[in-house]
C-alpha cells in the first residue's frame, strides 16, 4: 500500500494532504514524455551532426576520396575506349593488308563514361567488360607478334627473293571465264588420256600480250619452233632461289637469252604453236626441277573472291589445250 504524501500550505501554515488527481498525474507524464523527446532530440543532433566518432572521420574521408577517384576512373575508362579502338583499327587495317579481308567487328562499349559511374551494377559490368576486352586484346597482340615475328622476319639474303618472286599473272585481267584448264591430272587432247597436266592453260586470242610474273633473267626460249608438238615457242625465266617460270606456245618471242626482264614487262604474245589445239598459253611454275600448281603463286593485283574462283575452276576435271 502506497504511503500518503503530504505537501506544506504556506496559507494554512499547515502540512496537508495530497489528494490523488488524474489531471496533474497527466500533465506530470506529458511534461516529462516532452522533455524526453527534446533530450533525445538534442542528443542525437549532437551525435550526429557535432560529434564525430573515428569510424565517421575514416568513412567520411574514404567517400571524399573515392569521389576524386571515380572521376579519373571515368577518365580512365574513355581512354581505354579510345585505345581499344584504335588498336582494333589498327588490326583491321593490318589484317585487310595482309590478307585482304575484312575482320569481324566485336561490339563497342556505348555508354558514355557519366552513365557508366552513375550506379554501382553499370560501375561493375563496365569494368568487367573492360578487363575481358583488354585480355582478349593483349592475347591477340601476343599471338600475332609471335606470328608474325617468327613467319614474317626477313633477312638481308631474303629481299632478292622477294623482289624477284613471280606474283602476278602472267596476263592482264585473269579471271575465271580464261582458266580452261587446271594444274594436275587432266584429259589429253591428242590420245584423249589421262595424263598429269604441268600448268595451267589461260584461253587467249592470238596475239594477247604475255607478262613477266616476276623479276628474272631469259634462261631459255624458242622462237621458231614449227613442230605440231611440245611447247612451241616458249620463254623459261629463272628467278633465283630455284624457282623458273615457263610460258608455252607463244605466236612471239619478244626477249632472248640472258636478257633480264622485270615483272609485268612483256615477253611474247599467245599463240598456238606446237602441240596445241587453240590460241592459249600454258604457264608452269618449276621450283628445284618440280612443278607447282603456279596458282598458288598468282598473289598480287586479284581479289579473293577473284582468287577463290580461279581456284574452283582450276580444280575441274577437263581436257587440256596442249
Not at 571524399?64 to 581512354?79: D, M, P
Request: proline share 4%; hydrophobic share 35%.
Amino acid at each position: 500500500m502506497n504511503k500518503p504524501k503530504f505537501r506544506y500550505n504556506p496559507k494554512t501554515l499547515r502540512y496537508e494532504r495530497v489528494e490523488f488527481s488524474v489531471w496533474r498525474t497527466l500533465s506530470s507524464f506529458i511534461g516529462y514524455a516532452c522533455f524526453g523527446a527534446a533530450f533525445f532530440v538534442g542528443l542525437n543532433f549532437l551525435q550526429n551532426w557535432v560529434i564525430e566518432t573515428n569510424l565517421e572521420k575514416t568513412l567520411k574521408a574514404e567517400n571524399k576520396a573515392l569521389g576524386q577517384y571515380k572521376v579519373v576512373l571515368a577518365s580512365a575508362i574513355e581512354n581505354s575506349q579510345e585505345s581499344l579502338g584504335e588498336l582494333k583499327a589498327d588490326e583491321n587495317t593490318l589484317q585487310e593488308k595482309l590478307f585482304e579481308s575484312p575482320v569481324e567487328q566485336e561490339p563497342a562499349l556505348t555508354e558514355k563514361s557519366a552513365d557508366i559511374v552513375a550506379s554501382a551494377d553499370n560501375w561493375v559490368d563496365a569494368i568487367s567488360h573492360l578487363n575481358v576486352r583488354a585480355g582478349k586484346v593483349s592475347l591477340k597482340t601476343r599471338m600475332k607478334n609471335e606470328f608474325y615475328g617468327e613467319r614474317l622476319s626477313l633477312d638481308k639474303s631474303d629481299v632478292p627473293t622477294l623482289i624477284n618472286f613471280p606474283s602476278i599473272a602472267p596476263v592482264k585481267n585473269l579471271n575465271d571465264q580464261n582458266l580452261v584448264s587446271g594444274f594436275g591430272v587432266r584429259i589429253n587432247p591428242f590420245h584423249k588420256g589421262n595424263y598429269h597436266h604441268d600448268g595451267i592453260d589461260i584461253a587467249l586470242p592470238r596475239g594477247t600480250e604475255i607478262l613477266a610474273t616476276g623479276n628474272g633473267r631469259v634462261i631459255a626460249f624458242s622462237s621458231h619452233d614449227f613442230l605440231q608438238a611440245g611447247s612451241g615457242n616458249y620463254i623459261e625465266i629463272d628467278h633465283g632461289n630455284g624457282l623458273v617460270t615457263r610460258y608455252s606456245h607463244l605466236d612471239q618471242v619478244n626477249v632472248s637469252w640472258g636478257q633480264k626482264v622485270t615483272q609485268g614487262q612483256v615477253i611474247g604474245s599467245a599463240g598456238s604453236t606446237g602441240g596445241s589445239v587453240a590460241p592459249h598459253l600454258h604457264y608452269e611454275v618449276i621450283e628445284y626441277g618440280k612443278n607447282l600448281d603456279p596458282l598458288m603463286y598468282i598473289i598480287e593485283d586479284i581479289s579473293p573472291d577473284g582468287h577463290q574462283k580461279l581456284a574452283v575452276r582450276s580444280k575441274t576435271p577437263n581436257q587440256s589445250l596442249d
